[in-house]
């Protein structure tokens, strides 16, 4: 079965830092882009990060650029995502999702086959 799992979320105060995991089983990740979603209720689901392992590309939302950084763990088969600088605004459920035919550079919303159940990011003193 082919499941991604987030974790790493949790509390933290304007201007620190969290660092996101999403463990992948069933799949190996070299052969797939993964992306990184957040979405607030009330709001729409944002993309902010993106990292294709075939061709070694890697997406950056305006918004995060120069903040947060993506990355893979192929020991742990999973992708990680860190945060810095975080604002209270950020404050959101973090997602993982990929699929067969997804790509970072195309960003097909129906291509997004496999979604992690979130981990809940919350920015606030």
């Known amino acids: 079965q082919v499941q991604l799992v987030e974790s790493g979320g949790g509390l933290v105060q304007p201007g620190g830092s969290l660092r996101l995991s999403c463990a992948a089983s069933g799949m190996t990740l070299a052969h797939y882009a993964i992306g990184w979603f957040r979405q607030d209720p009330g709001k729409e689901r944002e993309r902010i990060s993106c990292?294709?392992?075939?061709?070694?590309?890697?997406y950056y939302a305006d918004s995060v650029k120069g903040r947060f950084t993506i990355s893979r763990d192929k020991a742990k088969n999973s992708v990680n995502l860190q945060m810095n600088s975080l604002e209270p605004e950020e404050t959101a459920v973090y997602y993982c999702?990929?699929?067969?035919?997804?790509?970072?550079?195309?960003?097909?919303?129906?291509?997004?086959?496999?979604w992690g159940q979130g981990t809940l990011v919350t920015v606030s003193s």
């Open positions: 999702a990929t699929g067969p035919y997804y790509s970072c550079a195309t960003d097909k919303p129906g291509n997004l086959e496999v």
């Open positions: 990292i294709s392992v075939r061709d070694g590309s890697i």
